[in-house]
């Protein structure tokens, strides 16, 4: 493998700490293989790094499949980098040619702050998901798993909303910094299960409030954070939760 | 000290029952006096921390990511089991017990596997009340299918994310308890120490990953739920923080640590390609019901394998094991790759890959079936590798992806610390020597809703609790050393990064106390680790400061306790002269090459007393009685 490495030209956001400003910095990298995962290059670069005593470029990953929704890496102005439908973590450097230069940044969004270099604190998400983002069942008592038949096309498609890894990712993308797509993935999977409709008012209210108060910002239609989501989740489900915010305005419950 | 599986009297059916009827109760109106401290968000420790503060309990949870639903848990793919027998193929409560017994190997708990199998039914009953998108038939029933080691269809599943929506549902339930405010959560915290107390778990100190702050959290109980230490072979499936810092330092407090060499070897993942590689992916073994495993018959073949027709073809798996054929269980499938590629049959650039091949089910079912079942996975794998599995036959090969070893626990979870309770995949307690799939899921659950709920109350209420703080003398002392730690780890400003380092022991637990063991490489190993631990104290090279975000710090806490967790594993694999599941002493097998049990003496969980860095550790035996599922050699023929 080693016949065909590149070398790649970095351009990385450091940040020292959530008050203190930040610089693109630039670094040279030789020797990257095609093959290597682009996480695996940045751990190339650290070791490197590291070797000169210098502090390693911090940035958020664990589960490098694009399941766990930790990577959060803005690569050449795009949420996840060019590649449709998969997290930074599963990008290859094979997607990149020798002599390219790649700007890293973080999540770009308000309600985001940055930690450190390209650490983002999303916790914002979390507060969104504990004002309604559940069903409100208590472990135990609960009717045998077949009590409630759902038909499979209605399960397939809150299936497609439940796949979202909440990553940030459609934040990012959007120049509104809006969490529509994040929110409406829950709200519509819970709306479409029965299970979910006892508390459908309520939800869409709290998480809706929730998602203001954070900061985050509205919807305009652009569509980018469908363009950028990992997941591919549909911007159909912001149109469901928009019908539900306005059922829930129009209703008593 | 001898160990106490207070497993309780009674025909096995009524064990749970009896026991339950039996525990002391909290009453509803004290269940607030008490504070319960949880750590880590997976399966087992969001299941558990909702459940508990549903009750009634003050509880506290922590984790090391950055949200509960980062936890690794996320990743699993394939399923759960339960046996509801939906499919009306036979399956039972008694089933899955036996088959779980037998898939261990014969070195897990009856009891504790009978409560298993009995209270996963209720598992799926409860998930599905959260809203978990389990997979349906047309008629909007739950669908099932089948996996290693099992003749009927018991598991459920969401696509190829099935830990991901069962950890979202438990995420969901834990969400809710900290809207309500009965649930404190802190992020970014890494638990570093337990603090006990006059013999009693009474807190944890943990360091703040952002300010790099250590912080002492009391409770009255602590539960451990922080998975499993497959990263100490650094290349693993696991998520890259996955680690055993805290059910170590446990360990290093006083709880026993049970069958630390009992690692799970997963067959079907993507080999190995380069040095750089920084962990290995799983594909699920639901592939294993469609795909077809081969090698080529002639040794060192190295046609496309599009081209090599079907009588040169070997099905090793179909030909060895009619019955099973390629659902086989994980040990089984892991060894007999490794044996065909130790051959020369592997196929690949490095000859360490079998293929797996779908091309006979697409023909009959046709490739958007496939594409519906599994669709995700071979998309990950075309990511992974640029090829298309639908095309040629994907390759694959065994990595290290589950450790049935963990601290020791009795039947209520707890272990040998009081009021240390551990959960999930960091206890050792439900697989035995071998974990058939879609059964860790089953086993978090099962722990975090249906077992520690009931097992805490009776703690709680049969103990006392002085008064104890934060300013207590052991947690104040706890801080201060863990503060020098650092300082010390710090100031060796050597010359290897952490990761090289990593990789070094990594390669030693690979090459010596991996898939094939035997005598003299385990010898070797137990004189190269301590040489390599001391290489680490002197040599590491940590950069920025330790009172902040710094992720190689962070890492390097980690591999210190990976380092003598290491030495446990092999000094433990080392006197287990017998293969048993996924532990094969190569110098103990069959004829035909199947692991051979010792039942005679080594039929006992092996419980480690720590004395010491560097000390040998004290062996304790739990003797294993089995007088419902009689120890046969496991046969899948």
């Known amino acids: 493998m080693s016949e065909n490495t590149m070398t790649i030209k970095l351009k990385i956001w450091r940040q020292k700490d959530r008050n203190s400003g930040g610089q693109l910095v630039t670094y040279t990298m030789p020797g990257v293989s095609p093959d290597m995962s682009f996480l695996e290059m940045l751990d190339l670069l650290n070791l490197d790094l590291v070797r000169k005593g210098e502090d390693a470029v911090a940035f958020d990953h664990d589960c490098r499949e694009g399941i766990c929704g930790t990577c959060s890496l803005y690569i050449n102005g795009r949420a996840h980098g060019p590649l449709r439908g998969v997290t930074a973590c599963q990008l290859h450097m094979r997607t990149f040619h020798d002599g390219e230069t ?86 519509s999977q819970l709306a479409l299960l029965p299970q979910g409709h006892a508390e459908r008012k309520a939800r869409v209210e709290a998480m809706v409030a929730q998602m203001d108060e954070e900061g985050f910002g509205n919807c305009s239609n652009t569509y980018a954070c469908e363009a950028e989501c990992p997941k591919n989740i549909s911007v159909e489900h912001i149109a469901r939760l928009n019908r539900e915010y306005l059922r829930a305005k129009f209703i008593q419950e | 000290m001898t160990l106490n599986s207070k497993i309780p009297d009674g025909p096995i059916q009524q064990k749970w029952d009896n026991h339950r009827f039996n525990m002391k109760l909290v009453n509803p109106a004290n269940k607030r006096k008490y504070h319960i401290i949880v750590v880590g968000t997976g399966l087992a420790g969001s299941s558990a ?27 699993a793919q394939g399923g759960i089991n339960a046996p509801k027998n939906y499919p009306n193929d036979g399956d039972s409560i008694w089933r899955l017990f036996y088959d779980t017994v037998k898939g261990g190997d014969y070195r897990a708990r009856e009891a504790n596997v009978y409560r298993l199998a009995q209270v996963s039914n209720s598992i799926i009953d409860q998930c599905v009340a959260q809203g978990v998108p389990f997979a349906r038939e047309y008629g909007g029933l739950l669908d099932n299918r089948s996996f290693g080691g099992a003749q009927v269809s018991r598991t459920f599943y969401a696509r190829g994310q099935t830990g991901q929506q069962l950890l979202l549902g438990a995420y969901s339930a834990l969400s809710r308890q900290i809207g309500l405010g009965t649930i404190k959560f802190y992020e970014r915290r890494e638990m570093l120490d337990l603090v006990v107390i006059d013999g009693q778990a009474r807190g944890i100190v943990a360091r703040n990953m952002v300010t790099g702050k250590f912080e002492s959290y009391v409770g009255d109980a602590v539960i451990l739920a922080t998975g499993g230490y497959g990263n100490v072979f650094f290349l693993s499936t696991n998520a890259m923080m996955c680690n055993a810092t805290a059910t170590w330092r446990a360990h290093k407090r006083g709880a026993f640590f049970g069958n630390p060499c009992f690692t799970q070897i997963h067959p079907t993942c993507i080999p190995v390609s380069s040095d750089h590689q920084s962990k290995l992916t799983l594909m699920s073994e639901s592939l294993r ?9 002639a040794k060192g ?48 650039a490095t000859g360490l890959a079998v293929y797996l091949d779908f ?29 298309n599995g639908y095309e040629q036959p994907m390759r694959i090969y065994p990595a290290v992806h589950y450790t049935m070893g963990g601290l020791w626990v009795d039947y209520n979870l707890m272990s040998t610390i009081p009021g240390l309770f551990v959960l999930g995949e960091a206890n050792f307690s439900d697989h035995g020597a071998n974990r058939l799939g879609a059964s860790a899921l089953m086993q978090g659950l099962a722990d975090g809703y249906f077992v520690i709920p009931y097992t805490i109350g009776d703690y709680l209420a049969t103990s006392k609790f002085p008064k104890v703080d934060v300013n207590h003398a052991a947690f104040k002392d706890t801080e201060r050393d863990l503060s020098q730690t650092t300082s010390q780890l710090m100031a060796i400003k050597g010359k290897k990064p952490v990761d090289v380092l990593h990789k ?60 003598e967790l290491s030495e446990l594993m092999c000094t433990d694999a080392l006197h287990r002269e017998e293969s048993c599941g996924g532990h094969f002493r190569e110098e103990s ?6 692991a051979k049990r010792d039942d005679d003496k080594f039929s006992y969980v092996a419980a480690w007393e720590f004395k010491g860095v560097g000390s040998k550790e004290t062996l304790h035996k739990e003797p294993l009685a089995f007088e419902y599922v009689k120890p046969s050699q496991r046969s899948y023929k």
Request: net charge negative; with cysteine.
């Open chain 2, 589 to 594: 097998q069959t004829d035909d090459g199947e």
């Open chain 2, 301 to 348: 073949d190295k046609r496309h394998p599009n081209d090599i027709p079907e009588d040169e073809r070997d099905y090793y798996l179909e030909r060895l094991y009619p019955s099973f054929g390629n659902l086989v269980p994980r040990d089984v499938a892991s060894r007999r790759a490794k044996e065909m590629c130790d051959k020369g049959h592997g196929v690949g």
């Open chain 2, 359 to 387: 091309s006979s089910t697409i023909q009959r079912l046709g490739k958007g079936w496939v594409e519906e079942q599994y669709g995700n996975l071979f998309d990950m794998y075309q990511q992974i590798t640029g090829e």
């Open chain 1, 102 to 187: 790649i700007v890293i940044e973080p999540w770009r969004a308000k309600p985001f702050p940055i930690i450190k270099d390209l650490v983002v604190d999303r916790s914002a998400f979390d507060r969104i998901m504990a004002v309604g983002g559940f069903i409100s069942v208590k472990t135990g008592g609960t009717p045998d798993g077949n009590a409630i038949p759902i038909a499979k096309p209605v399960a397939e498609e809150a299936m497609d909303a439940a796949a979202c890894i909440g990553c940030g990712a459609c934040v990012a993308a959007c120049k509104n910094g809006s969490a529509m797509l994040f929110v409406s993935a829950k709200v």
């Open chain 2, 289 to 297: 019901n469609s795909g077809r495993i081969w090698v080529p018959k």
């Open chain 2, 49 to 75: 921390a909702a459940s508990l503060a549903e009750l009634g309990y003050n509880v506290t949870a922590l984790c090391y990511h950055e949200s509960p639903r980062r936890a690794h848990s996320i990743a």
């Open chain 2, 504 to 563: 070094q022991l990594g390669k030693i637990m690979w090459d010596k106390c991996g898939m094939g063991r035997n005598e003299a490489g385990l010898k070797e190993a137990l004189q190269e680790i301590p040489k390599l631990r001391e290489e680490f104290w002197n040599n590491v090279l940590i950069p920025g400061s330790a009172d902040s975000f710094n992720q190689e710090l962070e890492k390097a806490h980690r591999l210190a306790d990976f380092l």
